[in-house]
T-cell receptor, first 111, second 111 residues
Framework: QKEVEQNSGPLSVPEGAIASLNCTYSDRGSQSFFWYRQYSGKSPELIMFIYSNGDKEDGRFTAQLNKASQYVSLLIRDSQPSDSATYLCAVRGEYGNKLVFGAGTILRVKS | DGGITQSPKYLFRKEGQNVTLSCEQNLNHDAMYWYRQDPGQGLRLIYYSQIVNDFQKGDIAEGYSVSREKKESFPLTVTSAQKNPTAFYLC??????????FGSGTQLSVL
């Protein structure tokens, strides 16, 4: 079992819709969770982070964490073509010394 | 401007040659990391360092070496023992156990 798992996609949504990206992790002691956006040929850019159970909202982005289910998600409201990218989920484990990444989900927003 | 600088942007390696990728940060971050990304895949950790003069192997350290003589610098050497070095290499830094910020990456190819 991979430490951090994501559906590779591509996930296709129409412009203006809500995109829902999901991630599961295996280390029950994980402490912090991150979502990065990566455009083709570029480096990852941090867009959201969450440490506690529940929801965290920042503009059009909402991160949701459920530690009991070992599940973290990212919702993008009013999706725009510029949101088309690969979204990487990353989890910092119980001892906090390294960040483990999922393989990423490709998101395509169609205008 | 504060940030992480990787150089060169593109690098070519001949068979049997060692090459060194540079990573410098002026964010005063304690921790630095090297990740490798293959096409369509997530990031895999090569080495990380949480303090000067100390570093730990990540998941795929074989064929690579690092040094951390200064807080600002964390160079990665790809040795001739790394038989499949073609990949996108990403350097990152963070405050201890906090979110990662990435450099712009180095694309390494084999001649």
């Amino acid at each position: 079992q991979k430490e951090v798992e994501q559906n590779s996609g591509p996930l296709s949504v129409p412009e203006g819709a809500i995109a829902s990206l999901n991630c599961t992790y295996s280390d029950r002691g994980s402490q912090s969770f991150f979502w990065y956006r990566q455009y083709s040929g570029k480096s990852p850019e941090l867009i959201m982070f969450i440490y506690s159970n529940g929801d965290k909202e920042d503009g059009r982005f909402t991160a949701q964490l459920n530690k009991a289910s070992q599940y973290v998600s990212l919702l993008i409201r009013d999706s725009q073509p510029s949101d088309s990218a690969t979204y990487l989920c990353a989890v910092r484990g119980e001892y906090g010394n390294k960040l483990v990444f999922g393989a990423g989900t490709i998101l395509r927003v169609k205008s | 401007d504060g940030g992480i600088t990787q150089s060169p942007k593109y690098l070519f390696r001949k068979e049997g040659q060692n090459v060194t990728l540079s990573c410098e940060q002026n964010l005063n971050h304690d921790a630095m990391y090297w990740y490798r990304q293959d096409p369509g895949q997530g990031l895999r950790l090569i080495y990380y360092s949480q303090i000067v003069n100390d570093f730990q192997k990540g998941d795929i350290a074989e064929g690579y070496s690092v040094s951390r003589e200064k807080k600002e610098s964390f160079p990665l050497t790809v040795t001739s023992a790394q038989k499949n070095p073609t990949a996108f290499y990403l350097c990152a830094s963070s405050l201890t156990n906090e979110k990662l910020f990435f450099g712009s990456g180095t694309q390494l190819s084999v001649l």
